[in-house]
């Protein structure tokens, strides 16, 4: 008993540290965080959670600011691409999906790269970002758009084939650019599957998500607001960056919404009610941003990582076989610094799976994706970036430990605040190295 009891205490002691220097990460001067929701995993289960901040801040009466806690929805961005591999990997267990079939198969038009058309595209390319596919300054169309307008020349989306790889002139080796060959993170991939999950279940995007991924898992989150309850859209948070207005960084300007500030209220149009009940599946996903659309909590979030712990099974609920648990988390590419193939992500990602990428304890010339400053840890999952938001979803299978956060938003540029010893901004940075420490110790 007198063990457990300086166990316990031991632990309490760590948890109070913890919270003490998440609260100086957010409170970074000149820097400071809109909010942060962060959860701990020992175990396979949340072990510590911590919630600092506002989900909604008014531009003039401070007394109307409503905080961040462990109801409250974020747009999870990329994290969202992990729920679509699971996705992906439920219709290959039904014998819907084949990873390896070009998946042009499974599309209304066929998908070829023009500078390598005799080379298929294939769901397990999209999912490791190896397809040759690339994103322009749209990968999201309105409904009204098929899914080939991105990739038709005069069509909306064409963008002058800017989707595609295209070797330049003379290059002396072009096939490293050819689908399966060479790493390029690409969200336009994801909106392909998405289309691709909906000609194969005859189900809207957002609508199989809910009913086959998310309400199995417990999570109330939705890839599209319109599904989500009044309770949720009342906790759904606002993403920030502060600044003069949309997309730029000011850390001396006011707190500008991004994106979801809808505080509490549904949306109702873009596209209207009429449009979306007459979509027909299998058109164009992309406007359900399966790339980065759901809205989720981070204990929602902390399902999947305990999902993913449990190797696929939830609570003692079996949602996806331990097989295909391991096939979303075998590699499909890994850097390899005498070929250069591929694009490092500024040195974050050096191994890319299904869906997930996996950390190599790498501070060098190309950057790093170190996870504390004395090393020496690995981890799996994903990260996120987008419109203020932060975040990550990591974890240690072997070792059933794992932490999620969520950053509402940031009071500068995370391209002016680099980590000291990763690739990962300031606050990434830190948020990891305390939740590693938390979990394993300093190392040092």
């Known amino acids: 008993m007198l063990c457990m009891t300086a166990s316990n205490e031991s632990k309490a002691i760590a948890g109070r540290l913890l919270s003490e220097r998440l609260e100086r990460i957010c409170a970074t001067a000149g820097a400071e965080l809109s909010g942060l929701a962060f959860v701990a995993l020992e175990d396979g289960k949340p072990s510590f959670e911590h919630y600092a901040g506002r ?3 008014h531009p003039s009466d401070a007394s109307l600011d409503l905080p961040i806690d462990a109801c409250t929805k974020f747009r999870v961005a990329s994290i969202s691409k992990t729920f679509v ?8 267990e039904e014998g819907l999906l084949d990873l390896e079939a070009d998946v042009s198969t499974y599309l209304a038009k066929a998908l070829r790269n023009p500078a390598f058309p005799e080379k298929a595209i294939t769901a397990a390319m999209l999912l490791s970002h190896t397809s040759s596919l690339r994103d322009g300054e749209l990968y999201s169309l309105p409904l009204s758009y098929p899914l ?25 080796h072009p096939e490293k650019l050819a689908p399966g060959k060479y790493y390029c993170y690409c969200n336009l991939g994801f909106g392909v599957l998405g289309t691709v999950i909906e000609r194969l279940s005859g189900q809207r995007f957002d609508l199989f998500m809910r009913d086959r991924v998310l309400k199995p898992m417990g999570i109330g989150g939705s890839f599209n607001v319109r599904l989500m309850s009044d309770h949720d859209l009342h906790n759904l948070a606002a993403l920030y960056r502060k600044g003069e207005g949309e997309g730029s960084w000011n850390p001396k ?35 359900f941003s399966p790339q980065g659309g759901l809205r989720a909590s981070a204990p929602e979030i902390a399902r999947m990582a305990a999902l993913l712990i449990g190797r696929g099974e ?18 499909r590419w890994n ?7 591929g694009d490092l992500d500024s040195g974050k990602s050096r191994c890319s799976a299904l869906a997930l990428f996996k950390t190599s304890d790498t501070h060098d010339e190309f950057g790093g994706d170190r996870l504390r400053a004395s090393g020496g840890i690995c981890m799996e999952g994903h990260h996120a970036d987008a419109y203020g938001l932060l975040g990550g979803m ?27 010893f990763s690739s990962y901004c300031y606050w990434q940075e830190e948020i990891q190295a305390a939740a590693v420490e938390f979990l394993y110790g300093s190392g040092e």
């Open 148 to 172: 080939s307008a991105f990739f038709e020349p005069g069509t909306k989306g064409w963008e002058d084939g800017a989707h595609f790889a295209t070797p330049r002139p003379g290059e002396p």
């Open 335 to 341: 850097f390899d610094r005498s070929t250069m193939n």
């Open 253 to 287: 300007g006011p707190w500008r919404a991004q994106v979801d500030d809808l505080r509490g209220r549904r949306p109702d149009t873009n596209p209207s009610d009429k449009e979306l009940a007459a979509y027909v599946p299998g058109g164009n996903a992309s406007w």
């Open 314 to 331: 939830l609570e003692g609920k079996t949602i996806l076989s331990r097989a295909s648990i391991e096939a979303m988390r075998s590699p």
């Open 55 to 57: 989900r909604f801040i």
């Open 85 to 92: 591999g699971l996705a992906c990997m439920m219709l290959v």
């Open 394 to 420: 990591l974890v240690d299978i072997d070792r059933r430990k794992g932490f999620v956060y969520l950053i509402g938003g940031t009071g500068a540029d995370p391209e002016t605040k680099p980590g000291r």
